[in-house]
């Protein structure tokens, strides 16, 4: 069967991710349809529209019928989605995925492979990692999650100092024997086995681990410098669940998982709305950290927000969608402290900002 494919999917190495094997294309173009860029995150495709007077530019493929249960895998398609279509250069119809007609703007192919090329690679190796084990419809419930995890990989990819600690690399320094998915969901869990350069010179013995693939969290502290006041949140979290703890409503930073394509800024500036009803005027970094680097890959982008608390009494936030019951509560810096004391604080990032902040206090204060 003859496909045509357009926008994101015409790009050939994207293509040749999905489909597990080369993909030789050739141009070819749909009157009356055009190609438009997707509202939403980076891990969205392109929309094949219909568009009376225009012509949609993209590719012919030779597909297999596995090659369109990829496709379809991937793009979170089912087969009778697919309709015949007239291209001009085709004696017969073709095959193509058609959305429904939308007003967005015309798919800009030189500023996705500009920006979001390599990130749409990255997202497509993540989700046909799965591909045989991992269900269709679950691919298509946690696909945000999914591009989110990619664009994980990404940012690490960003230079960190190497002062104090060796500056050998995982590309040297690493070989991963074996690597199993055990879990792929939410989160996933993986089952690896690995040696390693030791300070000694040597090669570690072969060491058997398990590891849990989480994100990268955009984490933000609200102050006001001017009242000397912090808002903390306060929501029920599962950890304290499942140690059983008596007390499992905890007091956090705002904090939410960093998008595909999300700047972790942008991330914190959204959460403290979405959690806090909070618009931030300046954020200052503050720590960029591991959560807990022994198991577990997910990454913390701390920050200081400042902002006006003085009209900010608390109260009751968060996405129903993602069955969120937040509250928050604004109270001065000492008494922030005086919980870290007590331990009512015992959520390690919060602690690590509250004392962050206790440093730099003086500076701020001075500057308001």
Known sequence: MKLFLAGTLADTALLEIVLGHAAPTAAARLPGHAVRDPEGGADRLSLLCPAPGETAEGVLLEASEDDLARLCYFAGWQHAEFSEQALPEEPAPVLARVDAPVDGRPWNAEAWRGENRGLGHEIAREIMRGHGQRPAAVVRKIRPYLAARAWSRRLAQRGTPCTLRSDR?????????????????????????????RFDGGMSEVIHREGFMAYDAALVLPYDPARDLVLLIEQMRYGPILREDRHPWVLEPVA????????????????????????????????????????????????????????HGGGLAGLDSENEDIRSHVLPFDAAMDLVESGEVNAGPLAMMLLWLARAR??????A
């Open 169 to 197: 690399t995982s590309e040297g320094a690493v070989r991963i024997v074996s690597d199993r998915r055990s879990h792929d969901g939410f989160f996933g869990l993986r089952d690896f086995s690995l040696q390693h350069e």
């Open 256 to 311: 939410g998982l960093v998008d595909a394509g999300e700047s972790p800024e942008d991330c914190a500036r959204r959460e403290a709305v979405e959690e806090a009803h909070l618009q931030l005027s300046t954020l200052e970094p503050m720590m960029r950290v591991y959560a807990s680097p022994g198991y577990t890959s997910e990454f913390f982008h701390c920050f200081l927000g400042l902002c006006d608390l003085g009209d």
């Open 362 to 367: 003086e500076r701020l204060r001075s500057a």
